[in-house]
């Protein structure tokens, strides 16, 4: 991309638990480098908490009291609740939001957006096309017409807002822009680092959803730590599997020892939402639904979606009860039979 002399104006679309923490990355490091717009704008689902509209709270008290309470947000970062007005004239897109809203955000902003501006995305899940799997970044590419970098890694948000280290992957089809949200984004404790295989780090980001609720079903049903170890390890055989076979052998395996991929299943299998759900569903008899409301305080869960998103992608392929291609992992005998047998264990179908 060619730099105007103006700098470059952002947009964070979401401002959920991870939103919010990247915006406090974000705000911070705009004030260091001349090259971005020192304000920020970030579009906020408008809510009311306690007669307050969340969009005033954050931008007087400057902090988003619903998904990052006790973290305060930098000043330049300013709440907008109409989604067209906070992305009119941005240069560089942040989305991150929960991925069930994509479709919905894209329609509202497409045309308004110039085609030269650059969007990353940090949602993690997969959208499903005609052909079976589609990619969150390439619904945003197709609907927008924008370039797409993704950032995936192992970051649990309120760490990350803690300013504790951790590391992340960013992965991008044009290394230029790639290193320019790395420039955005990096900081002393939340290390960057930059692939050119960004489909697989995306798919990372996703699959590892589907593993940690597998990982919760084994915490729920007591299997100890060592049937842990194995669903997170076949989860990880998995996760490869399903990338080399959908995006047609061109990913590296290299890229699963990344933050995006390792390190990021690691985590999500014992400290993410999504692991702790699935054990309360195991344990408590009570709907994914009823959990979300009672244990997540308005976050979403990206596990049992994907889930079914995977197992119908699957089947439509034919995949269900077989080896996808010629891996010996994706089979009904390992993590995607554990995961439909711990809903199954409830009754549920993911039909
Ligand atoms: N939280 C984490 O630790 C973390 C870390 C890395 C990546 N992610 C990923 O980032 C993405 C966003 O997660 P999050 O944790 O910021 O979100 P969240 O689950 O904390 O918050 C829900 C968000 O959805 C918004 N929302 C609610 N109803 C809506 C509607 N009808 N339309 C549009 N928006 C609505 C809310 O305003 C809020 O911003 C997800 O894909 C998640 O997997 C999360």
């Known amino acids: 991309m060619s730099f105007s002399i103006s700098p470059l104006k952002v947009c964070i679309v979401g401002s959920g638990n991870w939103g919010s923490a990247v915006a406090k990355i974000i705000g911070n490091n705009v004030k260091k480098l001349q090259k971005f717009a020192s304000t920020v704008n970030m579009w906020v689902f408008e809510e009311n908490i306690n007669g307050r509209k969340l969009t005033d709270i954050i931008n007087k008290d400057h902090e988003n009291v619903k998904y990052l309470p006790g973290y305060k947000l930098p000043?330049?970062?300013?709440?907008?609740?109409?989604?067209?007005?906070?992305?009119?004239?941005?240069?560089?897109?942040?989305?991150?939001?929960?991925?069930?809203?994509i479709h919905k955000v894209c329609e509202e902003i497409t045309g308004l957006v110039p085609r030269k501006a650059l969007g990353i995305t940090l949602i993690k899940g997969i959208d499903q096309g005609p052909e079976g799997l589609k990619l969150i970044s390439d619904t945003i590419r197709e609907k927008m017409g924008i370039d797409i970098?993704?950032?995936?890694?192992?970051?649990?948000?309120?760490?990350?807002?803690?300013?504790?280290?951790c590391e992340t992957t960013i992965g991008c089809?044009?290394?230029?822009?790639?290193?320019?949200?790395?420039?955005?984004?990096?900081?002393?404790?939340?290390?960057?680092?930059?692939?050119?295989?960004?489909?697989?780090?995306?798919?990372?980001?996703?699959?590892?959803?589907?593993?940690?609720?597998?990982?919760?079903?084994?915490?729920?049903l007591c299997y100890g730590d060592n049937t842990k170890a194995a669903v997170i390890r076949l989860g990880l055989m998995e996760m490869?599997?399903?990338a080399k076979f959908f995006c047609k052998g061109q990913v590296s395996t290299a890229t699963f020892l990344e933050s995006c991929g390792i390190a990021d299943l690691i985590t999500t299998c014992y400290g993410g939402r999504n692991r702790r759900v699935a054990e309360?569903?195991?344990?408590?008899?009570?709907?994914?639904?009823?959990l979300e409301k009672e244990m997540?305080?308005?976050?979403?869960l990206q596990g049992p979606?994907?889930?079914?998103?995977?197992?119908?992608?699957?089947?439509?392929?034919g995949m269900l009860d077989n080896k996808i291609g010629r891996s010996k992992y994706l089979s009904h005998e390992n993590h995607?039979?554990?995961?439909?047998?711990?809903?199954?264990?409830?009754?549920?179908?993911?039909?």
């Open 75 to 101: 000043d330049n970062v300013v709440a907008i609740p109409n989604l067209r007005e906070a992305v009119q004239d941005a240069d560089l897109l942040v989305f991150v939001i929960p991925h069930q809203y």
């Open 149 to 165: 970098s993704v950032l995936m890694g192992a970051n649990i948000a309120n760490e990350v807002a803690a300013d504790k280290f």
């Open 173 to 220: 089809k044009i290394l230029e822009n790639g290193l320019l949200f790395k420039e955005l984004l990096q900081t002393p404790n939340f290390r960057i680092t930059v692939v050119d295989d960004a489909d697989a780090v995306e798919l990372c980001g996703a699959l590892k959803n589907v593993v940690a609720v597998g990982a919760g079903f084994c915490d729920g």
């Open 240 to 242: 490869i599997a399903f």
């Open 280 to 290: 309360a569903f195991v344990k408590t008899g009570k709907s994914i639904e009823e």
């Open 296 to 300: 997540l305080n308005g976050q979403k």
């Open 305 to 317: 979606q994907t889930s079914a998103e995977v197992h119908n992608i699957l089947k439509q392929k």
């Open 336 to 351: 995607l039979f554990f995961v439909k047998y711990g809903f199954l264990h409830r009754g549920v179908c993911l039909d």
